[in-house]
């Protein structure tokens, strides 16, 4: 705002605010405040929920396989994302624009749809496998789907537009000439990049990291799917605790944790960009 | 197709006959001129203020194409002969819901579709009104179906379904050779839900079936967890049937009006039996403090009658409960009936007492044990 707007028109923004806001609050803070609350209320007040955290065997199994997953995921989307990041800044002209479309193109395309098609290439009667097995190549069916291999290509799939354009972005603000000064300064091409041109692009792999880490914590439809219902992810145990077992105090105590832990990595990803930045904000 | 974890029966049966329908086995016509009767569609009434309508009665089922099939075969024979109108809400009556509905006060549901275990697990946590057997008729049920809270209104099971041609001629009968991969080669899958599934390991492990109850979860799991390499777990009945269509598995735990159609589309080659399933029952119960009171009782014992049972035996796959339906169901359907008296003595009923105690506790341990 400023100083010199009159107070007619500061009183307009704020009610303009004020409608948006009541409505966060009044459809988003005061529910999540109740499933908060659920937390340490249900079935009896107090913190047993949050022990079960440190003693529920079935719990540290559910959450196991949640970070297992997500750091593997999130490996493979910043390494594939790194790649693509970097091609499609440096390829002429249209080459980069078109690589970067097809990212986009993935990232428009239903999550349901982009499981379907994976089963449909990759179960044992799919394409691949039928082709391997025609060509001679293999005899019996690659396990190749309804495991957690499965899962984790399914999610990095997705995920891979989720790394690779925050780290175009962080990219395209590296001086292009720094490279080549290093080169002529005397460092070889390796060199050169692991000394010059990673640490520069180091804050992008970190916020796209943690970015692709906490989008992962949520998947629920993709390990369904491709797990063969033998990977359950933390949202899935979520949904059975609020449907199923009607375990409400449990099911509300795991959802906060997991708020918890994404508003941690959060604070640790703003000691390195702004996170007003990532999130389009500015 | 809907992604649920865990979906439940009626929601599989609803997915069955929309798969069905588009095959014009029910006329698409037929199902949105119902809907356009109705003058609403399911969805809305999810929108519409929490309060039912003074002259209705709100019978809650898992929607879509349910609702072609339970209005003809009970709402509109019932709205016949009554003075409050019969409207189905076909948002689904979960647990979930109910709990919210009735601690909040603002019980909208007179009559929900779920099974006998659910209305013990909800009646013991004073979510459901009590059955009123003066309105009900208890002797058109069998005494295990008439529950305090819950009334037998369909019956399904959870059979063994086989490849009929993986065998080299030899036909699994039991459930210990499911779990037998030597003799009996090739993946399985079982249901994600323990519903019907630790019994299969109990009973090829030798236990009789009159022994059965209470499971040993232990025991069955361990059981399970031999096989787990090998065994994909279906979330979606229609899940179940992609698996055998795709030749993905050479055997599997699932419900009889998925082998059903399996077995018709693959012209046989996908087939099923009865030998040792577990027999499930379809339960009619009552949200406490619901809004058309003892109305609703009188609509549960409409739907006692054999007619409307046939009626949606045929178009769903769920058996009647009634016992002198049974002799009612056409000729050339009676081996697909699970409550026919021929098929229902060689199964086994799943026991909803111990389900209604143990299902919160060991479906987790269920679900540990599988991932």
């Not at chain 1, 593997?72 to 970097?86: D, E, N, P, R, S």
């Not at chain 1, 499965?150 to 720094?178: E, S, T």
């Not at chain 1, 992810?233 to 949904?239: G, N, V």
């Not at chain 2, 090829?204 to 069955?220: F, M």
């Amino acid at each position: 705002m400023t100083a010199d707007m009159d107070a007619g028109t500061r009183r307009v923004y704020l009610v303009l605010l004020l409608a948006p806001l009541v409505l966060l609050a009044g459809l988003y803070l005061f529910p999540l405040s109740r499933v908060l609350w659920l937390s340490v209320t249900v079935p009896t007040p107090g913190f047993g929920n949050f022990e079960r955290l440190l003693t529920s065997s079935a719990i540290h199994n559910v959450i196991w396989t949640t970070v297992r997953i997500c750091v593997l995921t999130t490996t493979l989307a910043l390494l594939i994302g790194y790649a693509i990041a970097y091609a499609a800044l440096h390829l002429r002209g249209w080459r980069g624009e078109l690589l970067l479309f097809f990212v986009l193109l993935s990232f428009w395309l239903s999550v349901l749809i982009r499981a379907f098609a994976w089963l449909t290439l990759l179960q044992s009667r799919g394409v691949i496998n039928t082709w391997l097995m025609g060509a001679g190549i293999i005899d019996a069916p690659l396990p190749l789907i309804r495991n957690e291999f499965g899962v984790v290509l399914g999610m990095v799939h997705y995920m891979i537009p989720y790394a690779a354009l925050p780290l175009y972005a962080n990219m395209k603000g590296i001086d292009p000439r720094l490279v080549p000064a290093a080169r002529g300064l005397g460092a070889g091409p390796v060199q050169a990049f692991l000394k010059v041109y990673l640490p520069m692009s180091l804050p992008g792999l970190i916020s796209a990291g943690i970015l692709t880490f906490i989008f992962s914590l949520g998947f629920y439809v993709t390990p369904a799917l491709l797990g063969g219902g033998k990977t359950i992810m933390i949202a899935e145990y979520i949904a059975a605790q609020i449907n199923d077992t009607l375990n409400w105090g449990l099911g509300s105590m795991l959802a906060t944790a997991l708020l918890l832990v994404i508003f941690a990595l959060l604070a640790v990803m703003s000691l390195f960009v702004d996170l007003r930045k990532v999130f389009g904000v500015k | 197709m809907d992604q649920k974890e865990l979906q439940s029966f009626q929601e599989d049966c609803l997915a069955l006959l929309r798969e069905k329908t588009e095959g014009q086995v029910v006329s698409r016509r037929a199902f949105l001129s119902t809907l356009a009767m109705l003058g609403v569609s399911p969805a809305l009434f999810r929108l519409t203020p929490a309060r039912a309508q003074a002259r209705e009665l709100v019978v809650v089922n898992f929607g879509g194409d349910a609702i072609t099939a339970m209005t003809k075969a009970w709402t509109d024979p019932f709205n016949k002969t009554s003075s409050l109108k019969a409207v189905i809400d076909g948002s689904g009556g979960t647990s979930a819901k109910m709990k919210a509905m009735v601690e909040s006060g603002k019980v909208t549901w007179d009559v929900v579709d779920r099974n006998l275990a659910a209305s013990l697990e909800l009646g013991r946590q004073n979510l459901l009104e009590k059955i009123d057997y003066s309105i009900v008729d208890k002797s058109k049920v069998r005494p295990e179906h008439a529950g305090e809270w819950g009334l037998g209104s369909y019956i399904y099971s959870n059979v063994l379904a086989y490849q009929a041609d993986a065998f080299g001629g030899r036909t699994p009968k039991t459930w210990a050779d499911f779990y037998n991969l030597k003799d009996f080669p090739g993946k399985r899958t079982m249901r994600k839900h323990f519903d019907g599934q630790l019994e299969t390991a109990l009973l090829a492990d030798g236990v009789s079936p009159d022994k059965l109850y209470p499971l040993d979860v232990k025991r069955a799991l361990d059981k399970i967890k031999s096989i787990k390499k090998d065994v994909i777990f279906w979330a979606t009945g229609a899940e179940s049937q992609q698996l055998f269509r795709d030749r993905e598995v050479t055997m599997g735990s699932v419900y009889n009006t998925r082998a059903m159609v399996a077995k018709a589309e693959s012209k046989g080659k996908v087939d099923y039996h009865f030998n040792q399933a577990s027999v499930w029952v379809g339960g009619w119960l009552t949200p406490r403090g619901n809004p058309a009171g003892k109305e609703a009782f009188k609509f549960m014992a409409s739907t006692q009658e054999p007619v409307g049972q046939v009626e949606l035996f045929k178009m769903l796959g769920n058996g009647p409960v009634n016992p002198t339906a049974a002799a009612m169901v056409p000729a050339e359907l009676k081996s697909m009936d699970p409550g026919s008296p021929e098929n229902y003595k060689i199964q086994i009923p799943a026991d909803p007492e111990w389900y209604a105690t143990n299902s919160a506790t060991v479906l987790n341990q269920y679900l540990e044990a599988i991932s």
